[in-house]
């Protein structure tokens, strides 16, 4: 593999790198842009190494490029695509945050390479404290997202940050001390005030936003009134399968949970 095969996303924060004329702008290793950082090796995907850069906060880009938040390209990039996004914002913020021992302040150094002297991909990373030995790795968060049912609707909520209109499943993070079950009976109480029964795993997803790892559930109704907290949940309601609102991009687990739910033509047992 030659150089020209390795190919870098430019992150800021949140956000990446676009061509105002449409589509992501891809950097290559061997030519990197001058507004770009040192790269971060994320792995090789289709035949190719990929890695990511942050954008250097003193130089501009050029006209013909702009920066897009990852959400806003949910609905037009390839699954494929998304997941190596996801990697570029945490590859990039791990080398960001972990340039100094949280023990002791000295500067960190990579960790070991591979035993056949591959770079680590991104979730094998590790920044190492040459002074006092303290290694530190990539660490995920986990969060639940619970479809909640009651006969033939499911609960669906609106939180403050989604566009206008927009409705999902209940989610939120695990807490230190609670198993993922308690963690979606808690998060459903909280933020909407109903209680649950008859969890049931669903699936999982990598989620870039938070950098963690949603795990999906279904649910069936067992008490509370619908009363939405006001601060993470503004609106809620139950909804039948042909009258849904503007739902998450079908790329999500949110809507695979959504979508099972349509599919199934009687109440979940």
């Known amino acids: 593999m030659t150089t020209n095969d390795e190919l870098v996303v430019i992150v800021r924060e949140l956000d990446v790198v676009v061509e105002r004329a449409g589509g992501l702008f891809l950097g290559r290793r061997d030519a990197l842009p001058p507004f770009a950082d040192s790269p971060v090796f994320l792995g090789r995907f289709e035949d190719r190494g990929w890695y990511a850069a942050r954008?250097?906060?003193d130089v501009e880009l050029p006209a013909e490029l702009a920066f897009a938040s990852v959400r806003s390209l949910f609905s037009?990039?390839?699954e494929p695509t998304l997941h190596i996004l996801g990697l570029a914002l945490a590859g990039v913020e791990f080398a960001e945050t972990h340039r100094?021992?949280?023990r002791c302040g000295t500067a960190?150094?990579?960790?070991?390479?591979?035993?056949?002297?591959?770079?680590?991909?991104?979730?094998a990373q590790t920044r190492r404290c040459p002074s006092c030995g303290l290694s530190a790795h990539p660490r995920i968060a986990p969060a639940v997202i619970v479809l909640v049912e009651?006969?033939?609707?499911?609960?669906?909520?609106?939180?403050a940050r989604f566009p206008p209109g927009r409705f999902s499943a209940v989610a939120g993070f695990v807490e230190i001390g609670e198993s993922l079950e308690q963690a979606?009976?808690?998060e459903v109480?909280?933020?909407?005030g109903v209680q649950i029964r008859d969890l049931k795993y669903f699936g999982s997803q990598p989620?870039?936003?938070g950098r963690s790892l949603m795990i999906g559930f279904s649910a069936t109704y067992a008490g509370g009134s619908l009363t939405p907290d006001g601060h993470e949940i503004v609106e809620a309601g139950w909804f039948s399968r042909d009258r849904l609102p503007d739902l998450p991009p079908k790329v999500s687990i949110a809507r695979r949970l959504i979508d099972a739910f349509v599919a199934r033509s009687t109440p979940r047992a």
């Open 55 to 57: 954008a250097r906060r």
């Open 76 to 78: 037009e990039l390839p």
């Open 100 to 102: 100094h021992c949280g």
């Open 108 to 123: 960190t150094e990579p960790g070991a390479a591979a035993p056949d002297g591959r770079e680590p991909s991104a979730g």
């Open 150 to 159: 009651r006969e033939d609707r499911v609960l669906l909520a609106r939180s």
């Open 184 to 186: 979606a009976a808690r």
């Open 189 to 192: 109480g909280e933020e909407v």
């Open 207 to 209: 989620w870039p936003f």
